[in-house]
């Protein structure tokens, strides 16, 4: 069996001091190089995102550092205390990020989905309401897939809560939108073969690639109690596969865990984006402190 390759920790804080790595995004470039989008937070603990260049035969190889918000949230309305980008597509011409904006009401926090799109990667214009009808009480971390001319939505809502030590918890699952256009969406319903089973709490944000006549999906699937720092229950990425992008099957041979050994993912890995590359899937992720430690960068042939 193919097994994972971990190459540690490329982007932490003895490389550029943020509060937090959060939801790395690859993108690739025309040249050379890859750019990774990330969300860190402002000075007012708001989530805001920037990006940074690699190396695509050394993702330890940093090109470029952008030191500038490339979004801000809003100063009312679904994304007021913060935008959080995690998935990249480009059509029209443009490059497109669909993110979670974050408000906060009534002492609950809530997630909606946006869109910003940009002609440089640099400059980005966005929604100033959600692109998607949803009225469950939270709903986020979109990914976006292109296949030929339908695109894929998969995100994560909240379907339930329960009390765990006096605190409410929320219990997510995946759901998905079809789009003709990228901008009008139709929702058609929970993905049921990602539905929380036991103890399990989330299956959030998900990443896809295609490997010949298949997809992979890798999600972020965590329990609802022990969660910040008690493994097994802490985040792991479960692997799912596809033959037409609606029905999905567990692939566990594919699973990413929290390394033992380590110092900085050992607790937790989370929020991974992948990409394949002649014959190689790369990935990117957060680990320990839900991306406070950092992001890391493992590859599997397959």
């Known amino acids: 069996m193919n097994k994972w390759i971990r190459h540690g920790c490329i982007f932490d804080n003895t490389i550029y001091d943020t509060k937090t790595y959060q939801c790395p995004i690859i993108t690739p470039n025309i040249d050379?190089?890859?750019?990774?989008?990330?969300?860190?937070?402002?000075?007012?603990?708001?989530s805001v995102p920037s990006f940074f260049k690699v190396k695509k035969d050394?993702?330890?190889?940093?090109?470029?550092?952008?030191?500038?918000?490339?979004?801000?949230?809003?100063?009312?309305?679904f994304?007021?205390?913060?935008?959080?980008?995690?998935?990249?597509?480009e059509f029209n011409n443009?490059?497109?990020?669909?993110?979670?904006?974050?408000?906060?009401?009534?002492?609950?926090y809530r997630n909606a989905i946006g869109h910003a799109s940009?002609?440089?990667?640099?400059?980005?214009?966005?929604?100033?309401?959600?692109?998607?009808?949803?009225?469950?009480?939270?709903?986020?971390?979109?990914?976006?897939?292109?296949?030929?001319?339908?695109f894929f939505m998969f995100y994560g809502v909240c379907i339930d809560s329960k009390i765990i030590a006096n605190k409410k918890e929320y219990i997510y699952n995946a759901k998905y939108a079809i789009s003709k256009n990228g901008e009008d969406w139709d929702i058609c319903g929970l993905m049921n073969d990602?539905?929380?089973?036991?103890?399990?709490?989330?299956?959030?944000?998900?990443?896809?690639?295609?490997?010949?006549?298949?997809?992979l999906m890798w999600v972020s699937v965590r329990d609802y109690e022990g969660y910040k720092d008690k493994p097994p229950h802490t985040y792991k990425l479960h692997c799912y596969k596809s033959k037409d992008l609606i029905k999905w099957q567990y692939t566990p041979e594919y699973n990413f865990l929290p390394d033992e050994s380590s110092c900085w993912d050992n607790n937790m890995v989370e929020y991974s984006s992948v990409i394949y590359d002649n014959g190689r899937i790369h990935m990117l992720y957060n680990g320990n402190g839900f991306g406070q430690t950092g992001i890391g960068y493992a590859t599997l042939d397959i």
């Open 32 to 46: 050379d190089t890859y750019t990774i989008y990330y969300t860190s937070r402002n000075n007012k603990n708001m």
């Open 58 to 77: 050394n993702f330890k190889n940093i090109t470029y550092i952008h030191k500038h918000n490339i979004l801000t949230p809003s100063d009312q309305g």
């Open 79 to 89: 994304d007021s205390t913060g935008v959080l980008p995690t998935s990249y597509v």
């Open 94 to 108: 443009k490059k497109h990020l669909y993110f979670s904006g974050w408000s906060y009401e009534n002492g609950v």
């Open 118 to 150: 940009s002609e440089d990667g640099i400059y980005w214009t966005k929604t100033n309401k959600s692109v998607l009808s949803d009225n469950t009480l939270s709903h986020g971390h979109p990914f976006c897939y292109k296949d030929e001319d339908i």
């Open 194 to 215: 990602l539905t929380p089973k036991n103890k399990e709490a989330a299956h959030t944000r998900p990443s896809i690639v295609r490997v010949q006549s298949d997809y």
